[in-house]
């Protein structure tokens, strides 16, 4: 399209409803997209982790300071 036509559909106004008509579309369906990959996550992430921790018994000195200092 060469510049004279893009300023005579300008001036009417179709190009911008148009371009705006797309910008909401976009706008929706990038919404409905992030919000899905949010839900997926929720679902595919645990929210508890019921795996039992070990503790392991310091044996050195350091490792005994340490461990006095996280209780």
Do not use: C, W, Y
């Amino acid at each position: 399209m060469n510049r004279k036509k893009a300023r005579k559909e300008l001036s009417k106004g179709k190009t911008k409803m148009e371009d705006f008509k797309l910008k909401v579309v976009l706008s929706i369906l990038g919404g409905i997209v992030f919000s899905f990959i949010f839900i997926l996550l929720a679902f595919v992430l645990p929210a508890n982790d019921e795996k039992k921790q070990v503790i392991i018994k310091p044996k050195t000195k350091l490792e005994k300071i340490s461990h006095s200092l996280k209780q």
